[in-house]
């Protein structure tokens, strides 16, 4: 695509120059291709040679990730391929450097990036792609935080044009690793409701998830056969809860016994969570790992990711 581009404007300078003689015509083309080639290469930073250590260096190449890119320019308005690999090479970065130094970084990146409103409109897209798609292997909601800060306060984009940036910040910032996660009332099997908050445990394995869904019952095997949450359990210091969030409950009979006896497996019988919002269930299944005061451990968590912190941790 960058190739024909390039050959259309050679020809379109050629076609301006013909009063010039052909030998200049040749080499006035040529030089303004140079010229715009040049402009659309994307250059990383150079660390300077004093920085040894694989931490700073990386602090050093995440701050300055952006720096040989002038994003005012329209010439990147065409080249979207190019601006992809360099989002996703950058979105790998950020987890070698602290979280507050990603925050900060990628705040500056989509400030910076608000000069040219086509292309801030096609790297928010890109956020979206990668760190908030549920597909995504990279998804990373603390990544993509500062993205919707900007986009939610940047006066480049009209108040219709915050909307859904604005409601997906509300939901990323709800449950956020460190706060408490919210409160729910839950149903089980024989009538009986409790409340997250009244369910004992010094940690609280939140597992949302749907009957009949393969990935759900992949997470279920995983989780119910490591050996570090069997023992948590027995010894009483892990209770794992399943919550079914949607309303097809003759499903969720279906499927109760998938579930491990010494599993409290749940429903929303009032629909409370979908209509109050308090959980993003764009993801399904859902992990959280909660401590004894519901504080949220780990949030959008992969069974493995459970097991390590309890491996670590308890």
């Known amino acids: 695509m960058r190739n024909l581009y390039i050959i259309a404007l050679a020809l379109l300078l050629c076609s301006m120059l013909s009063c010039k003689p052909a030998s200049k015509q040749i080499e006035l083309a040529q030089t303004e291709v140079e010229i715009m080639q040049q402009s659309l290469q994307f250059t990383l930073p150079e660390i ?16 300055h990730y952006w720096d040989n890119v002038n994003f005012a320019d329209t010439l990147y308005n065409k080249e979207e391929e190019l601006l992809e690999q360099a989002w996703v090479d950058y979105c790998d970065l950020l987890s070698y450097v602290p979280l507050s130094t990603a925050h900060e970084s990628m705040t500056v990146a989509m400030t ?5 409103k086509e292309v801030f409109l096609v790297m928010a897209e890109l956020a979206d792609k990668y760190l908030y798609d549920p597909n995504s292997p990279m998804r990373n ?49 024989n009538g009986k409701q409790s409340t997250l908050y009244k369910t004992k445990g010094d940690y609280l394995l939140l597992f949302i998830n749907n009957p ?13 056969t490591a050996p570090i949450i069997d023992r ?14 949607d309303e097809q409950l003759d499903e969720w009979y279906k499927h109760e016994e998938d579930f491990p006896d010494y599993w409290i497996n749940s429903y929303d019988k009032e629909q409370v969570m979908h209509k109050q919002n308090l959980y993003d269930l764009k993801a399904i299944p859902t992990l959280y790992l909660l401590d004894k005061n519901k504080v949220v451990l780990l949030k959008d968590a992969t069974p493995s990711s459970i097991e390590e912190y309890l491996l670590i941790n308890s």
């Open 48 to 63: 300077p040679t004093f920085l040894t250590d694989p931490a700073g260096r990386a602090d050093y190449l995440v701050r």
């Open 212 to 224: 009949g869904c393969d990935a759900c019952g992949q997470y279920l095997r995983q989780l119910s």
């Open 141 to 189: 909601e603390e990544f993509y935080i500062p993205v919707l800060e900007v986009m939610t306060q940047t006066p480049v984009l009209t108040d219709d044009e915050k909307i859904r940036p604005s409601a997906r910040l509300q939901l990323a910032q709800s449950n956020r690793v460190g706060s408490k996660a919210l409160d729910f009332v839950y149903t089980t099997r």
């Open 232 to 245: 948590m359990v027995k010894d009483g210091d892990l209770t794992p809860l399943a919550f079914y969030p």
């Open 112 to 116: 910076n990036l608000t000069v040219n």
